[in-house]
């Protein structure tokens, strides 16, 4: 018997349907790469700022709505409704028509919390029954239009008297 002939496959030969990358479509793929990581670095750096503007805003509601319940605990009587504004201690009378502004500190960041009392309907009577009260709370700082919080409500109170 004769020994099988052992056929010799060149190692080129069996490789011959392969191919693989040249150094342009790598450059190309990774340039591709680097332009989607850099869009997905603005979307962290664009939810980083809004993350802490929501922040801001939780704060600011806290301090507004602290104001606010502090105002419509103040009785509305005849004493009180033309009684000048000031925090903590005040009435309930008419504020310039820009307000008043104060600075207050919540978990330590300042706010300036401006409080604008008006007469309902622009009657210039400090006798009027009715007010409308704005609370507008602004972070001092950056991003201050991110977080303001504006809150509004009225009072009103019946006086009895002759016709």
């Not at 332009?35 to 704060?59: E, H, K, W």
């Not at 005849?78 to 104060?102: I, K, M």
Request: aromatic share 6%; no cysteine; net charge positive.
């Amino acid at each position: 018997m004769k020994p099988a002939k052992i056929s010799v496959i060149r190692r080129d030969e069996a490789r011959s349907g392969e191919r693989g990358f040249t150094l342009i479509e790598t450059t190309i793929a990774m340039l591709i790469m680097m332009i989607a990581s850099v869009g997905i670095a603005g979307l962290f750096l664009y939810s980083q700022n809004y993350n802490t503007g929501a922040n801001d805003r939780t704060l600011a509601m806290a301090v507004a709505q602290k104001r606010m319940e502090w105002l419509r605990n103040i009785s509305f009587d005849s004493t009180t409704r033309v009684q000048a504004y000031a925090y903590p201690g005040g009435g309930l009378g008419a504020t310039a028509a820009v307000g008043v502004n104060e600075t207050t500190t919540s978990a330590g960041r300042s706010y300036t919390v401006t409080t604008i009392i008006e007469n309902f309907g622009g009657v210039t009577d400090a006798n009027s029954t009715r007010k409308t009260i704005t609370i507008r709370v602004t972070p001092i700082g950056a991003n201050a239009t991110i977080g303001l919080v504006t809150l509004i409500t009225q009072r009103s109170i019946t006086l009895s008297g002759t016709n």
